[in-house]
Structures are given as structure tokens and as C-alpha cells.
């Protein structure tokens, strides 16, 4: 694993003789499975334990060996006591206070479960109105919630702060010279040079992640195509329920579709013909994690999940999932974009840096992933930011700044927000957006600086070093700064519900650059190339290719946050889009 970000660099720098040359899935498990001698270890010292050998499985990844034990043989093994802790509603945890493990085998075992992780799953209750329908706990709802990891639930609750936000109904105005008021799929086009798309290469798709009880009403793509795209009228996404997704109708208003239109809306209307493939993924009940959604795409990264933060599945609950668990079996598609984030400090670090180390090895098969920055500046999901003193969230007026997970991961491509300037042409250099939110962004916690980014970043610090100590952040300038593009967020129509309604979000600027990625790609293909992967070393490579973004900020946590300034900036990135720049940069790339 420690080779892991060099194999990356080699099939995604753009100046590396194996750029493109992306592994394959079987490659890719085979050298990052466990060492004989690691799996040997653990395995002896079980059986010297009193842990007979035949009750010793090992997972299919081969990362993890499982078996049965009673209480006091755990308490034995990992010279510990166990307890059972009852949560407020009756629902138990099993969960002990510390462990230990033998000196010889301790560089060999990076997870025991269950442990000391005392931040089980709440199952929450039938939503009494409508017992169909489950409101999953939105993790970063609550003011003044202790942050304590493993927090990270409900990707999909309605109300999720991670959602984007519905401004006004609207009647539509078509013409370019109403784009700082009304954002249509001819305003991308203008603002970000994207090319008519002609072809639609079988090798090429599209990507959308969906969590569950998010979903698109068909009824809204056809009113949005009939507008903006009439050969679209009836066409629906390509659709992958993992582990029993479900486009629910039961329940219809903007808290269950506004995400899923925007996305589907204008990532098939941006690159229309290019196929879009809808990953609707968790039930109705329990829901889903990232980690959920990428078991279902490699089967190696299975049977690793924790499940005192992940779904577990069959879902023994009431009208859950009883089918087994998603484990493989579904393609990734070429760009993979989701509008959904926690903040990082709602998981633990181990369990962030192994979902980012699976972002790392699809990208070496050839596969970019996007995550929107999130909407509140420098805080996190509603705004909150964290308490030095007490580690609390507290009503975001003061604080630490909380950056957004998997925003801070290396290898995704982390989507800022933007607007154009009130009055302003669709011709005119666009700003950071400040419009109902802010495009978030700042340093990690948790991640070192990518070498890829370290020039944009360290000249950032060298000529616009923020005016705020460590006291309001990670200001050690070594650690991973974000978002690293923007794109507009602002103002954007959508058809919601049987009409036009203003919707603004990082939750747009996510699956509009990913709709330029897939056009990017069309065009490699087209010319017999791969996929363009894990893209972020060639654009830091390249950033003259960007439309640089240089006012604005994302004030949060009662600060101005940081600016929007020349060169790479925690607040915009790199920049948006040029379309025909970024097709000619990759197209002349092996």
C-alpha cells in the first residue's frame, strides 16, 4: 500500500511514459493484497490463541480474516472486557474500552472489530406519516453535537445539509443575456466552451451517484427536456440499484428530488448522447455509505466495511433489503460524480484513508471521481464549525474551520462553486459564488499535500498567505488543500416537481464538470485513446487551461474565510472549465 500513490502517478502524470496505460481490476488486487507472512502471522497467533484454524476464514478482498469467537474468547485474545451498552431506544452495542495485541503481530492488523469503536448505527424510527419512508438522522443537523467519528450517516436524509438548496419558482428566461439570473444548460455552454457533442462511444459512459430516498421523477426530465433537449423527452438513465435502491415516488417535493433532478437533468442534457448511468444505491430503510456504493463496484473492497458506520446488508429492519450485499458485479463507469459529502470530522482518519486509497486504485483503472466541495465556505455541512476547546460543533459564529470528506481526499477531484456576477455578461470572468452559499474549501486535517499539488499550493502560501492561525486551521501548509475546480453553482433552473424552481449548490458545479470530463473522454476515445483517469496531475500540470477565478470567498465560522485569488486558491481551485482546452491538452497525451 505504501506504493500505492507512486503506481497512481504513473498512469496519470501527464509527462510519464505509462500515462493511460490503467491496470486492471485483477492486477490491482493482486498487488495489494496482503503478504503471505502478514496473512501467516495473524493467523498463527490466532490458532495459538485457541482460535482453531477451520473456524478462520478470509474475506474475498484478502484483506481481512474473520471468525466467530464467544465474549470471554475475544476478552482472552485481545486481553480486554466487553461490555453491552444500550443506546436511549433499547438498540445494544457490543464494545470494549481498549484492546491489545502481541508486539510481533501489531504491524500486521490495521482494524479489529468490533473494538473501541463506540459509534454504532442508530436505526431510527418509522417516519409515523408515512411508514414507507424512513428520515434517516441527518449526522450534522443538530447544533451543538459532539463530533465524535463515525457520525458520517444519511447521505440521502431530506433535509441533508450536503443537499443543494431550492431558491424561488421562477418562469423561464431563455436567452444568454439572463444567465446571472437564471443558469440553463446554453449558459454552461457559453461559459465553459463546451462543444456540440456528436458521437457516443461505446467505450464512454457517464456516472451518477444517488443515495436513497433521493430520486428523479421521470415526469421532471421530460418537462427539463422538452425545454432544453427535445430528443430527450422519455429517455430515462441507465439504472444500477445496489443493494436495493430504489427511484421512490411515494414521497415528492424537493427534500426526495431536488438532488437527483439537478444532477440527472443537466448531466444528460450537457452530454447528450454520451449514456448516463444512475447509481441509486441503498434501501429505503437503511440507506447507504460511500463505502456501500464502492463495494458494489470492487469486490476486493468488500467484507472491509465497518458496520458501525457502514450498511449492512440483508437489512434485517422492517421493509429493508433482504437481498444479499452488493459485492462486485457493477461496472465503474468512465466519470463517476456525487453531490453528497460529510464533513471530514464526522469519520475516523483510518476509515477516510481507506476510501481514499479505493478512490486511488479505480483511478488506476481508469476512472475519475468528483465530489462537490460542499456549500458552506470554511465550515461545515449547516454551517457548523468546530469548538477548539470542547470538539463540539458549535452554530458556526466561531471556531475551527471543518472541511469536507471526500472533499480532502487526494485522488478525487474536488468541485468548488461559482457564479456569474450580477449584471455581469456570460462573457465576463466569473466569481466565487456568494449566493445562498459558498464554495467550500481549506486544508485537511487528516491528509498529507499530494505531490501533485504542492507547487499551486505552496505558491498560494508564498504570495496570499491567510491572515488566521492554527487556532482556525490546518496551517501547516503540509496538508491537502481544496476544492481543486469550480464551476458555476448559482441560479440554476431545474424542473422540480411539475415546475421551475432556482436551485444552488456545489451539488450542480459536481455533475456539470463531470459532464465536461465525459466530453473530454468522448474525444480520446474517439481518437482510439483511453479514459483520462485520475485527472488532477495534468490539470495542476496545466492550469493556464483553466478560466482562472480571482475574486470572491467563502466566509464561514465568522471569518471572511479565505479569497478567490490568481493561481490555485481554497476557494475556487484551479478554475473552471475551457472545454476545447482541456479536449486538446488530453488529446495530445498518449
Not at 439537478?262 to 448522447?273: G, Q
Request: charged share 15%; proline share 7%; net charge negative.
Amino acid at each position: 500500500m505504501d506504493k500505492l500513490h507512486d503506481y497512481l502517478m504513473e498512469v496519470s502524470m501527464p509527462d510519464s511514459d505509462s500515462y493511460g496505460q490503467h491496470w486492471s481490476a485483477k492486477k490491482i488486487a493482486d498487488t495489494f493484497a496482503p503478504s503471505t507472512e502478514t496473512v501467516d502471522s495473524v493467523r498463527n497467533w490466532l490458532v495459538a490463541s485457541g482460535i482453531a484454524s477451520e473456524r478462520i476464514t478470509q474475506s474475498q478482498s484478502m484483506g481481512w480474516l474473520h471468525f466467530d469467537a464467544t465474549v470471554a474468547e475475544a476478552e482472552n485474545l485481545l486481553k480486554t472486557e466487553y461490555h453491552l451498552y444500550e443506546h436511549q431506544n433499547g438498540q445494544p452495542h457490543v464494545a470494549c474500552g481498549e484492546y491489545h495485541v502481541p508486539e510481533h503481530v501489531k504491524e500486521h492488523i490495521d482494524f479489529i472489530t468490533p473494538t473501541v469503536h463506540f459509534d454504532a448505527k442508530i436505526n431510527p424510527p418509522k417516519d409515523a406519516n408515512n411508514p414507507k419512508i424512513v428520515k434517516r438522522q441527518d449526522p450534522t443537523a443538530a447544533t451543538g453535537t459532539t463530533v465524535v467519528p463515525g457520525k458520517g450517516l444519511g447521505l440521502g436524509s431530506p433535509g441533508s445539509a450536503s443537499l443543494p438548496k431550492q431558491g424561488t419558482a421562477v418562469d423561464l428566461k431563455k436567452p444568454l443575456k439572463n444567465c446571472d439570473e437564471q443558469i440553463v444548460p446554453n449558459c454552461l455552454r457559453s461559459l465553459y466552451n463546451i462543444p456540440p457533442v456528436t458521437t457516443s462511444n461505446s467505450k464512454n459512459s457517464y456516472g451518477i451517484v444517488e443515495y436513497t430516498p433521493q430520486a428523479f421523477l421521470q415526469g421532471d426530465l421530460n418537462l427539463f427536456f422538452s425545454n432544453f433537449s427535445k430528443n430527450q423527452v422519455q429517455t430515462t438513465p441507465i439504472f444500477d440499484s445496489i443493494d436495493g435502491g430504489v427511484a421512490q415516488t411515494a414521497e415528492q417535493s424537493f427534500n426526495y428530488n431536488g438532488e437527483s433532478d439537478l444532477d440527472l437533468e443537466y448531466a444528460m442534457t450537457l452530454v447528450n448522447p454520451i449514456k448516463v448511468t444512475l447509481y441509486q444505491t441503498g434501501d429505503l430503510v437503511e440507506g447507504a455509505s460511500f463505502n456501500n456504493f464502492l463495494d458494489a463496484l470492487d469486490k476486493s473492497y468488500c467484507k472491509g466495511d465497518d458496520p458501525t458506520q457502514d450498511a449492512v446488508y440483508p437489512d434485517p429492519a422492517p421493509g429493508g433489503y433482504k437481498g444479499p450485499e452488493n459485492c462486485g458485479g457493477f461496472a465503474a463507469t468512465k466519470v463517476i460524480s456525487t453531490s453528497y459529502a460529510y464533513n471530514e470530522a464526522d469519520l475516523t482518519p483510518f476509515y477516510e484513508m481507506r476510501q481514499c486509497n479505493e478512490y486511488a486504485k479505480l483511478g488506476m483503472q481508469g476512472t475519475t471521481f468528483l465530489y462537490s466541495s460542499g456549500d458552506y465556505g470554511v465550515a461545515g455541512n449547516g454551517g457548523q464549525c468546530i469548538d477548539p476547546k470542547t470538539g463540539q460543533y458549535n452554530n458556526g459564529t466561531s471556531g475551527k474551520f471543518n472541511p469536507s470528506f471526500p472533499g480532502t481526499c487526494p485522488y478525487i477531484l474536488s468541485v468548488g462553486a461559482t457564479q456569474i456576477k450580477p449584471g455581469a455578461s456570460v462573457t465576463a470572468p466569473e466569481e466565487a459564488c456568494e449566493t445562498v452559499i459558498y464554495s467550500g474549501g481549506g486544508f485537511s486535517n487528516v491528509f498529507p499535500m499530494p505531490s501533485y499539488q504542492a507547487a499551486a499550493v505552496q505558491e498560494y502560501f508564498a504570495n496570499h498567505k491567510p491572515p488566521y492561525g492554527p487556532e482556525r486551521y490546518n496551517n501547516s501548509m503540509m496538508t491537502r488543500g481544496f476544492p481543486d475546480v469550480s464551476a458555476n453553482g448559482a441560479n440554476y433552473v431545474i424542473a422540480i416537481d411539475g415546475s421551475f424552481s432556482l436551485v444552488f449548490g456545489t451539488s450542480a458545479s459536481s455533475p456539470t464538470f463531470g459532464s465536461v470530463l465525459a466530453i473530454v473522454n468522448e474525444a480520446r476515445f474517439n481518437e482510439g485513446k483511453t479514459s483520462i483517469g485520475f485527472v488532477n496531475p495534468t490539470l495542476y500540470a496545466h492550469p493556464h487551461m483553466m478560466n482562472d477565478i480571482t475574486s470572491g470567498g467563502n466566509q464561514g465560522c465568522g471569518t471572511k474565510g479565505f479569497t478567490a485569488v490568481p493561481g490555485w486558491d481554497p476557494v475556487t481551485g484551479l478554475g473552471t472549465p475551457n472545454t476545447e482546452n482541456l479536449i486538446n491538452l488530453f488529446l495530445s497525451l498518449q
